[in-house]
């Protein structure tokens, strides 16, 4: 087998084990599940769904939610996300890829998991290309 195609199967493995936590999103009011999947570096795994909110705008997405519980146990150091749903193409919205680089470095994995006429389909790319031209709070 390749290496990429090692790659490969292992990001099937990931799209089924977020498929499994599809049942934990709390999204009664849009019905869009989302599932994010975020490792760090030292390879912990942290899970996060959207948690919707009856005032709408107190919602929150999967990917900050995995984001904050991973922060919460003192990592800040991460190597993939991988952001899951069968409703929708789940481009993380502007608030998340905020959040995401306050952690993030430019080479982080971002793959886009989604379902397509029954079938799971990804878009592999880069936190820096989902993300350029990120606000810092100084010039270092
Ligand atoms: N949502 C996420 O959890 N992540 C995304 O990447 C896009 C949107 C959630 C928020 C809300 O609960 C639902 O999807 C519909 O916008």
Do not use: H
């Not at 994995?109 to 990120?134: C, D, Q, R, S, W």
């Amino acid at each position: 087998m390749s290496v990429d195609e090692e790659r490969e199967e292992k990001i099937v493995d990931l799209i089924k084990i977020a498929d499994e936590k599809l049942k934990y999103a709390y999204a009664r009011y849009s019905n869009i599940r989302v599932v994010s999947i975020l490792i760090s570096r030292d390879g912990t795994i942290y899970y996060g769904v959207n948690i919707e909110n009856a005032s709408y705008g107190l919602t929150i997405c999967a990917e900050r939610v995995a984001i904050f519980k991973a922060v919460s146990e003192g990592k800040t150091n991460f190597s993939k996300i991988l952001i899951y749903s069968p409703d929708t193409i789940p481009w993380p919205c502007g608030a998340c890829r905020q959040v995401m680089s306050e952690f993030f470095s430019s080479d982080v994995e971002v793959i886009i998991a989604y379902k397509e006429e029954n079938k799971i389909k990804y878009v592999k790319t880069t936190f820096e290309e989902l993300f350029p031209g990120k606000y810092r709070f100084k010039i270092a």
